[in-house]
């Protein structure tokens, strides 16, 4: 061998006759079943291409793969191994020039047939699976470094080759459950476990990948985790894509998670749980991309999302109301339990993906999720909710506000009017979106992830009576001027979501307790003085519309809405720093304590508690006075003028469009049911609410255009798609609510109509109009219609 090797590298040219007679001879002994010399021939074959590096060794580079492949051909364990063996120390030589014709097709075929041995004897089928693997590991550093010849990447070979690798991963015996990336494998055990081996050859080969050929590598292993049905379990599917995403560079991640999305559509009709498999994969991947470049597809991983989310409501809905009896309830209630998986995995990936956006990106999906939330008299939401039905709308409405609840989370913004805009917080206000309990919690909390910038929520969880709020340690700054600006310019719509929350007849203690939340972290993060003063005022018109209870509520929330008004009053009075409004309020709270605990949240909340069968016998001591609070804060400076005027919520455009129960009669007048029920000074005023700021915005006429043009709008859109009864009945009560209003406030003498023509003549101090209709009156000097 000496000898050979010296004569061969003193005369390179000769090496080209010395490969064919060494291959001669081989293929002659392999067919002769000649072991042992084919043996020798190899060794030979080793150590002169070992030792010869020159252009010359080109040619004894073919007839070198022509032997590996006869003994890779032959169907004797030991002679393909050798034969591995001797193809796995050529590709660790690295020539110096590229071979351009050089193929291994016939290879890459080879070794993953041998990936996939069934021999009988469990020893030798090992021993032949770990040799494919290790000869796949060869050409592929045999051929992956070589930037002119690409041919391993073809899909051809990558459906060959990724196949191979995962089915030999499967022999994992427990699945992979660890968040950061597996650590690399011993050298013991690439050497004796195929199932390491393979997985060390998944990652070398994927580390390799350009941008060009990731999606080749990438798309067998969906084929393959399709074929052996692993996505459901999908444990295996986890561990691989945590391979690979963990193996890529950084900046190719968005590429796998396309490719995760495009199989996700493909398999749409499949069963819930193969769905919900693909689903967890994905919020697998993106959590390991979110830690680094997510590309182009954050808006295409919500939308996608979405639709998904949608489609599978949608199969509920359909399921539930197609559901028989019998059997088939069985199968229905089953199929809809798998649902609820998908959508549950849905929304952990969109609140996991959501909250690990910076913030920019996060206000922009917070924005496109609440654009898809299906809100009842508007259009602008863009997701198909044709055949979803009432129930079908209900789910959707609330898998969406979990998912906002989940973007949301962690959100720090500097200003309120950066987390609240106006396009957001009008449809997150909307009173379709407070027709159920569950949707009232998910917008409360939602509206708290927003506000609460200084993370005072948890110190408020629970509703009660705080006897040192000092305690809690509340952090806060000083109001800016743009938080006030809101306020100003969105105040009176947050007292209205919380004033009507508190009056919904299915209401939990839930409900009351996340209402309390949202009054205290307004006083928090958002209350000046002014602001403080319209709060108080909130708290005691519902304390008001707990005695008078217009709405004929249970026992249970008239107490609840009470209970909720002490909580908030000594929260606020100790917030403030008042003495004389900490000392009536804490007068009140004893007094209840003794004679009314039910007034109190600790015992009203509580299972078992003893309810009063009615309110108006009650003695004042036990309510909170609005002369004795105006007492206390205007000797400490406070401008208390307004606490005089009762609150009235604001009658917005969409109170007409909703399904809800009309509240036009409680906001427009006001009517004192119990006057003996409380003293008279505390009794809600029936006069109109005039003040500086209504007649501000009535003398104010900037954006009157726009306004007009949404008010034309919604009255065109009620008069296509309302029922013409409705219609009706609504024009007749406005009509005779606009003639008992003007007669009051004009002191219109109104004569009986002098013909049966239906028109009425009217005289008022100093102009008569004759035959006008009740309905299209107009007092120009007046400015009234």
């Known amino acids: 061998m000496e000898k050979l090797t010296f004569y061969a590298v003193s005369a390179p040219e000769k090496l080209d006759r010395i490969g064919s007679y060494l291959a001669e001879r081989l293929s002659r002994d392999v067919v002769r079943h000649r072991t042992g010399y084919v043996l020798i021939a190899m060794e030979a074959l080793d150590q002169l291409l070992m030792a010869c590096h020159s252009q010359s060794i080109k040619p004894f580079v073919e007839s070198f793969l022509h032997m590996v492949a006869k003994l890779l051909e032959s169907g004797e364990p030991k002679l393909q191994v050798l034969g591995t063996n001797s193809f796995v120390k050529f590709a660790n030589i690295e020539e110096d020039t590229p071979s351009y014709h050089r193929r291994y097709d016939f290879f890459v075929s080879r070794f993953s047939a041998m990936c996939h041995s069934y021999h009988s004897d469990p020893e030798i089928r090992t021993e032949i699976r770990i040799a494919g693997i290790r000869g796949i590991q060869g050409v592929v550093r045999k051929t992956v470094n070589d930037e002119l010849r690409a041919t391993i990447w073809e899909p051809q070979h990558m459906d060959k080759i990724v196949p191979s690798l995962l089915f030999n991963m499967q022999k994992i015996e427990e699945a992979d459950s660890r968040i950061g990336p597996p650590p690399s494998p011993s050298a013991a055990d690439k050497e004796e476990n195929p199932a390491v ?130 059997n088939a309830n069985l199968n229905t209630s089953s199929k809809d339990s798998d649902e609820k998986i998908v959508q549950n995995a849905i929304i952990q990936t969109i609140g996991f993906f959501g909250s690990n956006l910076p913030d920019y990106q996060r206000s922009e999906i917070m924005m496109f999720i609440m654009g898809k939330v299906p809100v009842f008299g508007t259009s602008t939401h863009t997701l198909d909710i044709s055949q979803l039905g009432d129930l079908g709308t209900r789910r959707i409405q609330i898998m969406l506000l979990r998912s906002l609840l989940m973007v949301t989370s962690g959100y720090k913004a500097k200003t309120i009017v950066t987390a609240l805009p106006g396009s957001f917080l009008d449809p997150l206000l909307s009173p379709s979106l407070m027709e159920d309990y569950e949707l009232r919690q998910l917008v409360l909390e939602v509206m708290h992830n927003l506000m609460d910038r200084h993370d005072n929520r948890a110190k408020l969880r629970g509703i009660r009576i705080i006897p040192d709020v000092a305690d809690l340690k509340i952090k806060r700054e000083k109001i800016c001027r743009q938080d006030t600006s809101f306020m100003k310019k969105n105040g009176q719509q947050l007292y209205r979501h919380i004033y009507l929350g508190c009056k919904e007849e299915d209401n939990v203690h839930k409900n009351y307790e996340l209402l309390y939340t949202s ?70 709270i004893e007094i209840r304590t003794m004679e009314a605990p039910y007034f109190l949240p600790e015992h009203i909340f509580r299972d078992k508690c003893m309810l009063p069968k009615s309110l108006e016998k009650h003695d004042k001591n036990l309510y909170f006075l609005t002369n004795k609070i105006a007492e206390s804060l205007g000797g400490s400076g406070y401008s208390v003028e307004r606490l005089s005027v009762p609150y009235v919520p604001q009658v917005t455009d969409e109170d007409r469009l909703s399904r809800r129960k009309s509240i036009v009669d409680t906001v427009s007048i006001q009517v004192d049911i119990l006057p003996n029920s409380i003293p008279s000074d505390d009794v809600v005023s029936n006069t109109e609410e005039i003040t500086f700021e209504a007649l501000k915005k009535a003398i104010d006429t900037s954006g009157m255009e726009e306004q007009e043009k949404e008010k034309r709008r919604l009255v065109i859109e009620k008069f296509q798609k309302a029922p013409f009864e409705e219609i009706a009945a609504q024009c007749e009560s406005k009509a005779n609510l606009l003639h008992d209003r003007l007669a009051q406030i004009l002191e219109l003498t109104i004569r009986p109509p002098p013909s049966p023509s239906g028109t009425l003549t009217i005289t008022s101090g100093h102009a008569q109009y004759q035959s006008v209709p009740v309905y299209e009156m107009k007092f120009p000097d007046l400015c009234v219609y």
């Open 519 to 588: 009054l205290a972290l307004i006083t928090i993060e958002l209350a000046n003085e002014e602001v403080v003063i319209d709060l108080i005022r909130l708290a005691i018109a519902l304390q008001d519309s707990a005695i008078i209870n217009e709405d004929n509520l249970p026992m249970f929330h008239r107490c609840g809405i009470m209970a909720l008004v002490a909580a908030y009053l000594n929260f606020v009075s100790q917030m403030i720093a008042v003495p004389a409004f900490c000392q009536h309020v804490s007068k009140v």
């Open 197 to 326: 081996l393979a997985e060390n050859c998944f990652r070398e080969l994927l580390g390799r990948a350009s941008f060009g050929n990731m999606n080749n590598a990438v798309r067998p292993v969906f084929a393959h985790l399709d074929h052996h049905k692993l996505w459901d379990p999908n444990e295996f599917a986890v561990h691989c894509f945590k391979i690979i995403m963990y193996s890529i560079q950084a900046q190719y991640s968005h590429h796998v998670i396309q490719e995760i999305l495009g199989h996700l559509d493909a398999c749409k009709k499949d069963s819930p749980r193969v769905r919900a498999g693909i689903i967890q994969v994905l919020l697998e991947a993106v959590a390991i991309a979110a830690k680094g470049s997510i590309g182009p597809t954050v808006l295409e991983v919500f939308n996608t999302l979405l639709k998904h989310l949608r489609f599978s409501v949608e199969l509920e809905a359909n399921d539930l109301q197609g559901g028989s009896t019998g």
